[in-house]
């Protein structure tokens, strides 16, 4: 079993920034690639980011290439989604996941925190 808390959701105005954060407890967290993802109202969950046990591979979906980075600081047990140049567009509950793979589905992730609303105002 693995236990993830999500943090660090909010109301921010377009343009502005966020830091997310997953704090994993349980299993040995090291041992996970980790995702995020998000579920906008009416919408089904998507991808957003993913990353590789130790740091070094990460993967995004299109839509945030160049405004979010996925890092991890597994001394802490925690997962980050630094979030720039937000759009109204990236409002949504915003999961973290683990997974063995590096998958975009997820279908391919096993534990998921309770996700964190993020808002992002016009």
């Known amino acids: 079993q693995v236990q993830l808390v999500e943090s660090g959701g909010g109301l921010v105005q377009a343009g502005g920034s966020l830091k997310l954060s997953c704090a994993a407890s349980?299993?040995?967290?090291?041992?996970?690639?980790m995702g995020w993802f998000r579920q906008a109202p009416g919408k089904e969950r998507e991808f957003v980011a993913v990353?590789?046990?130790?740091?070094?591979?990460?993967r995004y979906t299109d839509s945030v290439k160049g405004r979010f980075t996925i890092s991890r600081d597994n001394a802490k047990n925690t997962v980050y989604l630094q979030m720039n140049s937000l759009k109204p567009d990236d409002t949504a509950v915003y999961y973290c996941?683990?997974?063995?793979?590096?998958?975009?589905?997820?279908?391919?992730?096993?534990?998921w925190g309770q996700g964190t609303q993020v808002t992002v105002s016009s």
């Open positions: 996941a683990t997974t063995n793979g590096y998958s975009r589905s997820a279908s391919s992730y096993d534990y």
């Open positions: 349980g299993r040995t967290f090291s041992n996970y690639n």
């Open positions: 990353i590789s046990r130790g740091g070094s591979g990460t």
